[in-house]
């Protein structure tokens, strides 16, 4: 009797598996932004940051409604538009030094969703656990999908992942602790 069950069982899983319907993230039409924002005092001497987070790996199952994207933490480029390219090299630095995310210790960020329920014609609410600076937390993200591209937001606090948003000027100058994720994911052909 055991064995017959577990037969069943290998046989329910391999006919899970052949209809699952994964696919790879293409990366490079994949785009995933962050959005860091000034504060204090002083805040309007600072600016607000505009992140480049290139997908390295990635991959959904459509049928499960499952994902993983993985970003490696180097490859965040500063774009901020308004600030020097001194300005944008020393933010650069900081960001992936050991001040913020430590690239060197830990080099890579990523994603992997445990569950998602529908949230409407073409619409998820997926739930799932990021890993930032070697730290994993839960995380709930909107995802709305129209032609063939999964777009959302989500809202993070550094802090949640032991990171101390940056502040100058004893403080007068910072930014906040929370920061905007949006993306753009396009599913390989």
């Keep these: 009797m055991r064995r017959r069950a577990a037969v069943l069982s290998i046989a329910a899983f391999l006919c899970a598996a052949a209809s699952a319907e994964q ?5 490079a039409k994949s785009e995933i932004t962050v959005r860091v924002y000034k504060a204090g005092v ?11 987070a290139p997908v390295k790996s990635g991959a959904v199952d459509t049928s499960a409604h ?4 993985r970003v490696a933490a180097a490859s965040l480029k500063v774009r901020d538009p308004g600030a020097s390219e001194k300005d944008r090299g020393e933010i650069q630095n900081t960001m992936i030094g050991p001040e913020v995310l ?11 969703s445990s569950g998602a329920e529908a949230a409407g014609d073409g619409a ?3 739930r799932g656990n990021v ?4 730290q994993s937390r839960p995380i709930e993200v909107d995802v709305r999908e129209s032609g063939g591209h999964y777009r959302g937001s989500a809202l993070l606090k550094q802090s949640q992942f032991g990171i101390k948003p940056v502040k100058v000027a004893g403080g007068a100058i910072r930014v906040k602790d929370e920061i905007r994720i949006e993306f753009d994911i396009q599913l390989a052909q």
């Design 131 to 134: 890993v930032i600076h070697g």
């Design 23 to 27: 696919r790879q993230v293409d990366a």
């Design 124 to 126: 998820w609410r997926v």
């Design 66 to 69: 499952t994902v993983e994207l």
């Design 102 to 112: 430590d690239a060197g210790h830990f080099p890579e960020i990523v994603f992997t």
């Design 42 to 52: 002083f805040g309007a001497f600072g600016h607000d940051h505009e992140i480049a």
